[in-house]
């Protein structure tokens, strides 16, 4: 690049874009090139493979048919120094949202079909493996479908662009299976805030031109579900503790505890509309708790409004547990709001204080109910008593009224005969 009189570009990595090599043959006519074998060295990945390029009557791109395979790249090694200042711009007008837009008719002339396989990939932090992904371009849709693995678990997806109309429309439909979500999340945002064995299915539809326009417009449904994991940063046990101490009012628990709070199942539907997220069927297994949830997630404006409900079906063994039975059965409220990057969690104080009362009337309720139900019991066996005596002294009655008519009889037949 020196050589050319071209600046090389700057690298997280200053040890790359040192080495580079190539071993290609050429076949073909003027109007067709095969490469084969096609080898090419960077550093310390090497891709093999071979490519075909037609040139079709009449097309101003051509056709390229292709098979390749690269052993292993980060790609994190290339990327801009992290010491390098960002620069900062305005939100995007609409004049450079125009100039940001996707090419269509390149789009629409790309005629592409092949197979690229990763041995292994690090791309933004993530580790991927056993990458296969078949690619197919015609006719304005474009095709793409992805294998690998991951964090443990397998990726399979299929996804496309088609670019026939002005507003290209974009599909998705993947799954990820047995991920291990902590080191996931751990190494693509540097934190944890969820972790566990995960599976998620996603099918979404967008269409747009820009980010902006494509989150607008993003629509369909992911289904969640985790086992084993915990939440960080939502520490249940203290809200809890919390709710107790503010109902005897007593001063609240000391901060300390361990900000997470564990569980052996999640779950949820994530169902989209127009960028905004819609769940109503947040479910939770904790120890000792259960936990439901209902709320939204708004993409665009990237806020929160969601409601997470909490409920002690057994406390703990002890003092710790003992303290909290009261609060056993009853729905602990709490509120989550605000922006992604500033969330608010609030204990519904008064949704507890509401939910006591009413759990406390349909006691009382319940309680009314059982010794009214104990009273006419007793009730019907006194009366059931009475009835089965009056029926012993009326069958008395009547067998004495019986013997006296047949005393009387003998009577009066002694006196016929004597």
């Known amino acids: 690049m020196q050589k050319l009189d071209q600046a090389a570009p ?5 040890e790359v874009l040192k080495k580079v090599a190539a071993d290609l043959r050429f076949s073909g006519t003027p109007t067709a090139v095969n490469i084969k074998p096609l080898q090419l060295q960077l550093d310390d990945t090497r891709l093999d493979g071979e490519v075909d390029v037609i040139l079709p009557a009449g ?15 980060d790609a ?12 900062k711009v305005a ?3 609409a004049g450079a949202a125009a100039a940001g837009a996707l090419p269509l008719e390149l789009l629409r002339d790309l005629d592409i079909e092949g197979r690229l396989d990763l041995d292994n990939l690090k791309i933004s932090g993530l580790r991927i493996s056993e990458i296969k992904t078949r690619l197919k371009a ?48 751990q190494d693509l945002m540097g934190d944890a805030p969820l972790s566990g064995t995960g599976n998620i299915r996603s099918r979404l539809t967008t269409a747009g031109q820009t980010p902006e326009q494509m989150i607008k ?16 940063g939502f520490n249940l046990a203290r809200l809890v503790r919390e709710a107790k101490a503010r109902l005897d009012k007593q001063p609240l628990p000391a901060h300390g505890e361990v900000k997470g709070t564990d569980f052996t199942e999640l779950s949820a539907t994530l169902n989209i509309k127009d960028g905004v997220i819609h769940n109503s069927d947040l479910n939770t297994k904790a120890p000792y708790v259960r936990i439901s949830g209902a709320g939204t997630v708004d993409l665009v404006q990237q806020r ?27 729905s602990i409220p709490v509120k989550i709001t605000g922006s992604f990057a500033q969330p608010r969690i ?35 066996q006194k009366l059931e008593a009475e009835k089965e005596a009056l029926q012993q002294e009326l069958k008395q009655k009547q067998k004495e009224e019986l013997q006296k008519k047949e005393d009387a009889l003998k009577n009066k037949l002694k006196s016929l005969f004597n």
Do not use: C, W
């Open 217 to 232: 417009a993003l629509n369909g449904r992911v289904e969640l579900s985790f086992t084993d994991g915990q939440i960080k």
């Open 304 to 330: 929160l409004d969601y409601l997470v409900k909490a409920k002690l079906v057994e406390t703990e063994k002890g003092a710790g547990g003992a303290e909290l039975e009261e609060l056993k059965g009853l």
């Open 91 to 93: 939100p995007p007008s």
């Open 59 to 73: 097309k101003a791109l051509p056709a390229v048919r292709y098979t390749l395979r690269i052993d292993a790249i």
């Open 346 to 380: 609030d204990l519904q104080y008064d949704e507890i204080l509401k939910a006591q009362a009413k759990e406390a009337l349909e006691r009382k309720k319940q309680e009314l109910k059982e010794k009214a139900d104990a009273e006419k019991a007793q009730l019907q």
């Open 76 to 87: 994190d090694r290339y990327l801009p120094p992290a010491s390098e200042e960002r620069i």
């Open 10 to 14: 700057g690298t997280a990595d200053p």
């Open 138 to 185: 015609r006719d304005g849709v474009i095709k793409l479908q992805p294998e690998a693995r991951l964090y443990q678990g397998n990726y399979q997806g299929s996804m496309q662009l088609d670019a026939r109309r002005d507003t290209p429309h974009f599909k998705l439909d993947d799954s990820l299976g047995g991920i291990a979500a902590g080191p996931l999340l």
